[in-house]
């Protein structure tokens, strides 16, 4: 991809020409032209020769394809930040390569600091058990180590980093040897978070944000709160987004909200909504997510943080606030909950109010048809992760271990969520899944469960324009005149038409239909890669070399 040199300058015309530019304006756009950060004009490669001499730059795409810059609905900034320079346990193949990674970390690093980890998951050990505490205490050298589980709703920890918390071992969730929840893992995280210094999270911010920017991400919403991160945290992050180029950052504060004093404060904060992971439940790895009947492996039936009447007090005060509410639900029950709680909301203060709002819902995996039919008659987003079915799902994965083969075959179903007329928004959770639009895309449309599939297309408008519409605007996540210039550039192979049924995918690649294609997300094919990432105008990445 060839560029003029020309002086940079916020509110430069910018005409990108020589490509496939994706555009509901033109589904056989080559062009498109950015002026004061919107979109101006796009179409065909013959008109925009009227366009040459006219503007600051003209970028040669070289058959390169544009398309709207990815929004990532759901993440923890400063944790994927440290996930990236700090001590990943992702990789692990077994327990005892975890504690190697753990001892190598130690020895590496110096002394003093806490050891923040990340992303150990034993169901894909063949110990099938987390690491004990004397064992995390050998392989720490006596070290305060803090390692949550790849869903960050347990951890594993040393005797080191407990003897930092007074009273932890009479809290709720705390185990002798196992891995830490609840009432325990929140007061332990804290204490690690707390021994990150304020230039140890900037950076960590920074080098997430770098991360996204360099996939095609344009916009991350950030989903902090009280048990999970910390108000100097949150507010830190959205201070150093409008400081320096790169991603735009939405934040939501997951913190109950009683009356307008309340949801005033959330304001303060910066916060577009007191939602993201407010949690009504937890995990199912973990087994603390809320289900109405016992865990396939466990004799329990998990976590309820909130009950329906909580949730309807939190919506009540938060509608009538004019505030975006919503809440983390994994389980049925947690999600029968979320719905029971919305629907009393609305009793109160109208439907019409409650719809309006765009309440949202995180992660949603275990619906029900009556949790969808709800989801659509309230109003609610749902905001889901993909990547999870890619990583859990199958009848060998984490989900059918922990549910059994039949009740893992409901979980996460687009399909019927997108049928129903529920908003989606696609996010990664990021660290429990990384950041990876595209990856995000094929996971939902090539969905390990058959039914619950959806089009590529469907998948990348929900990681594009969902994400917008899950903050409340719906004028951005589309190249259209007027639009936002959030775009990123992409080097890709043939651009096709993917769904999964195979008499939509065959009108669909026929011209008359008038549908841009997208890159071939089949299992197996090369994923795009991001050349230049663009947020209102302003470039935020280019890729090295190009």
């Not at 196992?178 to 911010?205: E, F, I, K, N």
């Not at 180029?245 to 939501?252: D, E, H, T």
């Not at 999870?388 to 059994?404: H, I, K, P, V």
């Not at 595209?438 to 599939?453: D, M, N, S, Y």
């Amino acid at each position: 991809m060839t560029e003029s040199t020309a002086p940079q300058s916020e509110h430069r015309t910018v005409l990108l020409r020589g490509g496939d530019v994706h555009s509901p304006a033109d589904p056989f756009a080559t062009a498109m032209v950015v002026e004061r950060g919107h979109v101006a004009w796009v179409g065909s490669e013959g008109a925009a020769d009227a366009f040459a001499s006219g503007v600051d730059e003209v970028i040669d795409l070289e058959g390169a394809l544009v398309t709207p810059a990815f929004t990532d609905a759901h993440v923890h900034t400063t944790s994927t930040g440290l996930a990236l320079t700090g001590l990943d346990l992702s990789g692990a193949r077994t327990l005892g390569d975890a504690l190697a990674r753990v001892r190598a970390h130690v020895a590496a690093h110096p002394a003093g600091r806490v050891v923040l980890g990340h992303g150990w998951d034993a169901t894909r050990w063949p110990e099938q058990r987390p690491p004990s505490r004397a064992e995390l205490d050998e392989a720490a050298a006596g070290r305060p180590v803090y390692l949550p589980r790849i869903d960050v709703h347990s951890a594993a920890v040393t005797t080191a980093l407990l003897d930092l918390v007074p009273g932890v071992t009479a809290m709720a969730g705390y185990h002798p040897e196992g891995p830490l929840t609840g009432a325990a893992h929140h007061a332990v995280r804290a204490a690690a978070h707390d021994a990150v210094s304020p230039a140890q999270r900037a950076d960590a911010q920074r080098a997430a944000l770098r991360h996204a920017a360099s996939l095609g991400i344009g916009t991350v919403h950030e989903c902090g709160g009280p048990d999970i991160s910390d108000e100097e945290d949150f507010t830190g992050l959205l201070k150093l987004a409008t400081e320096q180029p790169g991603p735009r950052v939405f934040g939501y504060w997951a913190q109950q909200v009683a009356d307008e004093k309340d949801a005033r404060r959330i304001r303060e904060l910066g916060a577009v909504g007191a939602a993201g992971d407010l949690f009504v439940d937890g995990s199912l790895g973990s087994h603390t997510a809320c289900l109405h009947e016992p865990y396939a492996d466990a004799p329990h039936t998990g976590t309820a943080h909130l009950d329906a009447g909580q949730i309807a007090a939190h919506v009540t005060a938060c509608t009538e606030a004019g505030l975006q509410a919503g809440f983390h639900a994994i389980g049925d029950a947690a999600l029968t909950a979320v719905v029971d709680g919305i629907r009393t909301a609305a009793e109160k203060v109208g439907l019409a109010r409650v719809r309006a709002a765009r309440h949202r819902v995180e992660h949603a995996e275990m619906l029900t048809p009556e949790t969808v039919a709800a989801f659509a008659e309230l109003g609610l987003t749902a905001s889901v992760q993909p990547a999870f079915d890619a990583a859990w799902g199958g009848e060998e994965g984490m989900y059918a271990q922990r549910l059994g083969a039949g009740r893992a075959a409901t979980l996460n179903p687009y399909a019927a969520l997108l049928r129903a007329g529920v908003p989606l928004a696609f996010g990664s959770d990021s660290p429990v899944t990384p950041l990876d639009p595209w990856g995000t895309v094929r996971a939902a449309a090539f969905h390990r469960t058959l039914e619950h599939r959806v089009s590529v297309r469907a998948g990348f408008t929900a990681h594009t324009r969902g994400g917008w519409r899950a903050v409340g605007r719906d004028d951005a996540g589309t190249l259209v005149p007027g639009a936002p210039a959030d775009y990123a550039v992409w080097r890709t192979a043939e651009l096709v038409v993917q769904a999964p049924d195979d008499r939509v995918a065959r009108w669909s690649t026929d011209p008359r239909s008038g549908t841009p294609g997208l890159p071939d997300l089949s299992p197996g094919a090369d994923l795009p890669v991001c050349l230049r990432t663009v947020v209102l105008g302003q470039t935020v990445y280019v890729r090295p070399n190009e």
